[in-house]
């Protein structure tokens, strides 16, 4: 299993420069999520997915879209690049067990950075 | 009042040491906790999981999780170089979409 896998590793964009980052796992999981981490900064949930068709905000949506059209992708979009959206995003995924027992894989990670 | 809050460090501890990092959450609700270690230009790697007060131990880590205090921890006993690291506290609500919420990290740095 490859896991939780992110595409590209490193991208730079201009202002208002749209782009998508890719986000496919092969582990079948129900769950994903989408997090950026600034510098010397924590994790901070973008959106999430609890299934094909189902996404959700999270804490910092503004700027950014997904979609879900199957358990194994979840890209990221983002319209208008502003430099404040210079970050390294992980993607990540679950089983989506119920409760508290479910575990978070994440990804390599896409460092982004917008002039 | 951040919700899940860590000491930035870095906390330097010398090799064979016993490494104690610490977290405190401010919501009661909080189900389960999580400890990430990320080295630098990586992703965050479960170390791991607990649910129930108490300790839980798993090699040289022992996770430690007090509710009443709302206070959770981490020891990593005989310290080595390479568990010098950022250190992530993650809590998870038990809300729908089982969202993670995460601490900035502790930095960790052992020195031989």
């Known amino acids: 299993n490859a896991g939780v896998t992110q595409t590209p590793k490193f991208r730079i964009l201009k202002i208002g420069q749209s782009m998508t980052l890719q986000c496919t796992q092969d582990m079948n999981h129900n769950y994903m999520y989408w997090y950026r981490q600034d510098p010397g900064m924590g994790l901070k949930l973008i959106y999430y997915?609890?299934?094909?068709?189902?996404?959700d905000k999270g804490e910092v949506p503004n700027g950014y879209n997904v979609s879900r059209s199957t358990t194994e992708d979840f890209p990221l979009r983002l319209e208008l690049a502003a430099p404040s959206q210079t970050s390294v995003y992980f993607c990540a995924s679950s089983q989506g067990l119920a409760g508290i027992t479910d575990t978070q894989y994440f990804g390599p990670g896409t460092r982004l950075t917008v002039l | 009042q951040k919700e899940v809050e860590q000491n930035s460090g870095p906390l330097s501890v010398p090799e064979g040491a016993i490494a104690s990092l610490n977290c405190t959450y401010s919501d009661r609700v909080s189900q389960s906790f999580f400890w990430y270690r990320q080295y630098s230009g990586k992703s965050p790697e479960l170390i791991m999981s607990?649910?129930?007060?108490g300790d839980k131990e798993d090699g040289r880590f022992t996770a430690q999780l007090n509710k009443a205090s709302q206070y959770v921890s981490l020891l990593i006993r005989d310290s080595q170089p390479s568990d010098s690291a950022t250190y992530l506290c993650a809590v998870n609500k038990g809300e729908y979409g089982n969202k993670l919420v995460f601490g900035a990290g502790t930095i960790l740095r052992v020195k031989s």
């Open positions: 607990i649910y129930s007060n």
């Open positions: 997915s609890v299934g094909a068709g189902i996404t």
